[in-house]
């Protein structure tokens, strides 16, 4: 069984820029759902992903947007990116929608936006 | 507003001490609540809920809906036990979104 799987795991840019993060679902889950950790801070929900289509979000601009295909993987995308954006990115899988109560997180990846 | 506070950033016990982690919420109606943990180098992973009344690596925690409150409590630490934990609260709507506190420290001396 392979766990979720982020990519890339470090990433700088510079603000204004744009960035694209993947996630590679569990084997098995049809759901994707989206973090931001700042430092010292516990993660906060961006989206959620169930059949390609967008099935919650949280208080996050439009900039952040987001993508699933057909093999359930996911995009996370964010436009004109701004210092506070620089922060620990998570995915997590969920075997249905919805899913809370059944999370597997991926390592995350580390933007650093300069 | 939906809510998790964790008091305590940081917790410092002596191995074989009794742990006890705080986590109060604050949600209108009937809520689903979660302990996440992270050790070392490791990825965030569930440790328990609420709803299975389960007892994991020694730890349980209670809901006390009149307290707002879901401690996490273990009578012995032991010094594997050192991690980052944290609270959650499963929002309202089949989102799949979680709330989660701060998080607390716990480092479980020799």
């Known amino acids: 069984e392979t766990g979720v799987t982020q990519s890339p795991t470090h990433l700088i840019k510079t603000r204004g820029q744009q960035v694209t993060l993947r996630c590679s679902s569990q084997s098995g889950h049809n759901t994707v759902s989206w973090y931001q950790q700042a430092l010292g801070q516990g993660p906060q929900f961006i989206f959620q992903y169930y059949r390609e289509e967008e099935n919650g979000r949280g208080n996050f601009p439009p900039r952040f947007s987001g993508l699933q295909f057909p093999n359930y993987s996911s995009e996370l995308n964010v436009n004109a990116l701004e210092l506070d954006d620089s922060a620990l990115y998570l995915c997590?899988?969920?075997?249905?929608?919805?899913?809370?109560?059944?999370?597997?997180f991926g390592s995350g990846t580390q933007l650093s936006v300069l | 507003a939906q809510r998790v506070t964790q008091p305590e950033k940081l917790l410092s016990v002596f191995k074989g001490a009794p742990v006890e982690l705080k986590c109060n919420y604050s949600?209108?109606?009937?809520?689903?609540l979660f302990w996440y943990v992270q050790y070392s180098r490791q990825r965030l992973q569930l440790l328990l809920r609420?709803?299975s009344r389960e007892s994991i690596k020694g730890f349980t925690a209670d809901l006390n809906k009149g307290e707002t409150s879901f401690h996490l409590k273990k009578p012995f630490a032991q010094e594997e036990d050192s991690a980052m934990y944290y609270c959650?609260?499963?929002?309202?709507?089949?989102?799949?979104?979680?709330?989660f506190g701060q998080g607390t420290t716990l480092q479980v001396k020799p």
């Open positions: 949600y209108s109606g009937s809520p689903e």
């Open positions: 609420h709803i």
């Open positions: 997590a899988s969920s075997p249905r929608q919805g899913g809370a109560e059944k999370l597997f």
């Open positions: 959650a609260l499963s929002g309202s709507g089949n989102t799949g979104k979680l709330i």
